[in-house]
């Protein structure tokens, strides 16, 4: 099977958009690796490396996340805020997380603190974005007190572990792609990576439980037209 082209040809590339976009589409929609996406290029006769496919995915994954965040609806006004801690080259760093109320990814931010200062560098890179929320739920860490107050002084804080169930289950995918790309080699590249992955699945998981089968094949219809309307804003 042959994938159709009929978008513009990307000025320097060998392959049609159709396929450069496809290949960054089932990379982050999938937990699979370049090799993966190599495999399913090559049954669909399209020859190309796995890193080309590399190249890419960090190429053309931050438009698309862009794409999305420019795009998306404002969101719920009621945050969630947890850090996770992630492994790059042996050393520990800390994976900061916002969520909506929708589980919508706001931001993510890797640090190597997991500190008040790095709380206060999260926070003002919601705000500057976002706006002030009503709520905020975090866990019982005592770093975010003053950034909040500082940055939100408005703001409900509610500091519980239990009603930050909302994000836990947003740390998941990050394992798994961690687990398979043999963890992250930079912070960089984590970074690059993470803020991507989490905008593209925004659009291509929409929370099926609560959807009708009607409902979730409209959702993920319109994804692929967003996704098609994202491949032909493409630039070289």
């Known amino acids: 099977m042959k994938i159709p082209t009929s978008m513009p040809r990307l000025k320097g590339f060998r392959f049609p958009r159709e396929i450069i976009a496809y290949a960054v589409w089932a990379y982050h929609r999938f937990a699979l690796s370049t090799a993966d996406v190599e495999d399913l290029l090559a049954e669909r006769g399209v020859m190309v490396s796995r ?9 053309f994954g931050a438009h698309f996340a862009g794409c999305i ?13 947890d850090e996770v801690v992630i492994q790059i080259g042996g050393a520990k760093h800390w994976l900061w997380r916002a969520v909506d109320a929708n ?3 706001l931001d993510i931010l890797v640090q190597t603190r997991r500190n008040a ?3 206060k560098r999260f926070m003002a890179r919601l705000v500057a974005q976002f706006g002030q929320p009503r709520v905020v739920i975090t866990d019982k860490l005592r770093s975010y007190i003053k950034p909040i107050v500082h ?6 804080h509610r500091a519980h572990k239990g009603l930050n169930n909302r994000i836990e289950g947003s740390h998941r ?3 798994r792609r961690e687990k398979i790309m ?13 803020a991507a992955h989490d905008q593209i699945n925004t659009i291509f998981r929409p929370r099926r439980y609560s959807l009708t089968t009607a ?3 409209h959702a993920r219809a319109d994804a692929f037209c967003l996704w098609a309307d994202y491949a032909a804003e493409m630039i070289a």
């Open 51 to 59: 890193e080309t496919i590399r190249l890419w995915a960090n190429r």
């Open 69 to 81: 965040r420019r795009d998306r609806p404002r969101p719920n006004d009621k945050w969630h805020l």
């Open 103 to 105: 589980g919508n990814t």
């Open 117 to 119: 200062k790095a709380a």
């Open 151 to 156: 940055y939100v002084p408005g703001a409900d």
């Open 173 to 175: 995918p990050t394992r």
């Open 182 to 194: 043999g963890g992250f080699k930079s912070p960089r590249q984590a970074q690059r990576f993470l």
């Open 215 to 217: 409902s979730y094949r």
